[in-house]
Antibody
Framework: QVQVVESGGGVVQPGRSLRLSCAASGFTFSSYGMHWVRQAPGKGLEWVAY????????YYADSVKGRFTISRDNSKNTVYLQMNSLRDEDTAVYYC????????????WGQGTLVTVSS | DIQMTQSPSSVSASVGDRVTITCRAS??????LAWYQQKPGKAPNLLIY???SFQSGVPSRFSGSGSGTEFTLTISSLQPEDFATYFC?????????FGQGTKLEIK
């Protein structure tokens, strides 16, 4: 069955960096686009970034553009989110999500990894 | 960016009730609209995509309708496991955006 497992969350000071990883299994990873979606404590959902199946195209929310970078390694069935210049408002649970049919509906979600930005 | 607005923000209902949640887009998204259910401490779960298509395994008491800028999610007869928060999401253009959520509570 499809599984996505995030890792790399933790507590980080404002201005510092963190890299999240998402290991996927149970499907042909190299054929599917992948998303990151986040949820601040007690708040709603915010889409963060998307990468095409082959990594050739990437899209970002305005709130993270220029600070976050999504990438993937299809040989490792893994997608990454490099987060630089972190701010208090980046505190959230970060979910790695498959796109339904590789597209823009969020089908399979990981359990999430908590990122806390605090001094 | 396309803004998604849900109403109501919260609703109280009883088991067996029919409930409708509305989602409005600030500009047309054709039928590029999904609905998710989220329970506390859990990741969201895709219920409906393309405005009215059922995700595999979703009970038939859930249904979606609409196109353009106005959409609805209807639960025909509430079951105890349906009390949760529901989000709409437009999938028509980047940045992808969600509604603020509707919390469905037990009356």
């Amino acid at each position: 069955q499809v599984q996505v497992v995030e890792s790399g969350g933790g507590v980080v000071q404002p201005g510092r960096s963190l890299r999240l990883s998402c290991a996927a299994s149970g499907f042909t990873f190299s054929s599917y686009g992948m998303h990151w979606v986040r949820q601040a404590p007690g708040k709603g959902l915010e889409w963060v970034a998307y990468i095409w199946y082959d990594g050739s195209n990437k899209y970002y929310a305005d709130s993270v553009k220029g600070r976050f970078t999504i990438s993937r390694d299809n040989s490792k069935n893994t997608v990454y989110l490099q987060m630089n210049s972190l701010r208090d408002e980046d505190t959230a649970v970060y979910y790695c999500v498959t796109g339904l049919g590789g597209g823009n509906y969020f089908e399979y979600w990981g359990q999430g990894t908590l990122v806390t930005v605090s001094s | 960016d396309i803004q998604m607005t849900q109403s109501p923000s919260s609703v109280s209902a009883s088991v067996g009730d029919r409930v409708t949640i509305t989602c409005r887009a600030s500009q047309g998204v054709n039928s590029w609209l999904a609905w998710y259910q989220q329970k506390p401490g859990k990741a969201p779960n895709l219920l409906i995509y393309a405005a009215s298509s059922f995700q595999s395994g979703v009970p038939s008491r859930f249904s979606g309708s609409g196109s353009g800028t106005e959409f609805t999610l209807t639960i025909s007869s509430l079951q105890p496991e349906d009390f949760a928060t529901y989000f709409c999401q437009q999938a028509g253009s980047f940045p992808l955006t969600f509604g603020q959520g509707t919390k469905l509570e037990i009356k």
